[in-house]
């Protein structure tokens, strides 16, 4: 097959190439520039899309002896990641923009353009498996990426590899070093690619803003504080809430609510945070097929943590295809904008992906 290899610049992307070299695949390598002005260095672990990913993307090509090249993808990546970003925020949503970016850019974007171009696949270096083309955890729990796929339909799948989800981190490292590649030992990237700073909230409030509001207590209503944006906050949150005194129960306050509208934060104790029900828009399945009913499965509401046994139940609601979501046990800090990904258990084979939606509204209700 041609196959065409996403590199990032990174170790496991360039051992994904590799693997997919081994194979015996006809392997073209590519570095999507991503940014308008990249940085001539990295700084740590701290985003990507440097002039030094790039360099280090084609040193491994040239090691693996592959073609390479370098597409700008900028101003695509602004209108449908970070635009989207900015704007989920200033409405009190908490979402993840890796989920967007792999939607829209990188098994969108450039898989069509790949295909056109007479490509068969896609290789990224994702910590994810394909079985049969069902999508599954990886090997390697604490780096499983399938949360952050499972936005991916069937035909996006079909077209995908994922070479290093069968390996625990570890022995990638070790791997890309037997074969002299010089991004064995690179730290990995843990921050927003586009905010190198890490500093989120100063990203944000460059771009939408001063929208004052207040901070108001769950129970009793009252105003504790005053803030600048309801982009400063996401559910779950306890610390730089701005309250002065402590909780008449002496408990901590935790961010239970976001009225984008208003612009009122309320807090609350942990009990606040319990959900029960979540619906979920933007419904992906991805078999391809619908189930004809609930499906008992485990949803996972955040990249890493938040899982509970669940029924999931296809709906159509407001003309868009969603998911209701009935929890056995509740969750917290369940946030609008995440994904909620539903998986079905196996032990054997690594857990299968079956579904995910955009989490829309929760309740905190448990249904009887």
């Known amino acids: 097959m041609r196959v065409l290899a996403a590199m990032s610049g990174g170790v496991d992307s360039a051992v994904a190439a590799a693997r997919a070299v081994d194979a015996g695949h006809d392997v073209v390598g ?18 990507c899309c ?5 360099d280090d993307a084609r040193r491994a090509a040239d090691v693996l002896g592959i073609p390479f090249y370098v597409w700008d993808f900028a101003d695509r990546f602004k209108e449908d990641v970070i635009d989207e970003f900015v704007d989920a925020y200033a409405e009190g949503q908490t979402p993840n923009p890796c989920l967007t970016c792999n939607e829209k850019i990188k098994f969108a974007a450039l898989a069509d353009k790949a295909i056109a171009l007479g490509f068969d696949a896609l290789a990224t270096g994702h910590y994810a498996r394909l079985s049969g083309g069902e999508l599954r955890r990886a090997v390697d729990d604490d780096k499983d990426q399938s949360y952050v796929l499972a936005v991916l339909d069937h035909a996006q799948l079909s077209r995908a590899m ?27 990237s843990h921050d927003i690619c586009f905010i190198p700073t890490g500093d989120t909230r100063a990203f944000l409030g460059a771009r939408i803003g001063i929208r004052p509001g207040a ?34 129960d002496g408990k901590p306050r935790y961010v239970t609510g976001i009225d984008p509208e208003s612009g009122t934060v309320t807090v609350g104790s942990a009990e606040h945070l319990q959900v029960w029900t979540i619906e979920a828009g933007r419904a992906v399945w991805t078999s391809g097929q619908v189930p004809d009913g609930p499906v008992d499965c485990v949803v996972q509401v955040r990249a890493h943590g938040g899982l509970a046994p669940a029924r999931a139940t296809p709906v159509t609601r407001d003309g868009e295809a969603r998911i209701d979501i009935e929890l056995a046990q509740p969750l917290t800090g369940v946030a609008r904008g995440q994904a909620a990904v539903l998986y079905l258990p196996d032990e054997d084979a690594g857990d299968l992906v079956i579904g995910s939606g955009r989490i829309i509204g929760t309740s905190s209700l448990a249904k009887v």
């Not at 570095?31 to 740590?44: D, E, I, K, Q």
């Not at 440097?50 to 790039?54: G, I, K, L, Q």
């Not at 769950?218 to 906050?233: I, Q």
Request: hydrophobic share 35%; with cysteine.
């Open 30 to 47: 590519v570095h999507l520039a991503l940014s308008t002005a990249p940085g001539a260095l990295r700084t740590g672990s701290r985003g």
């Open 50 to 54: 440097s002039r030094e990913d790039a």
């Open 162 to 188: 994922f070479p290093c989800g069968d390996t625990p981190k570890p022995q990638i490292r070790d791997e890309a070093a037997r074969r002299g590649l010089s991004v064995a030992d690179k730290p990995d």
């Open 215 to 248: 901070v108001v207590d769950a129970d009793s209503g009252e105003r504790l504080a005053e803030h600048e944006g309801v982009h400063g906050f996401t559910i779950g949150q306890r610390k730089g809430l701005g309250i002065e005194a402590p909780a008449a």
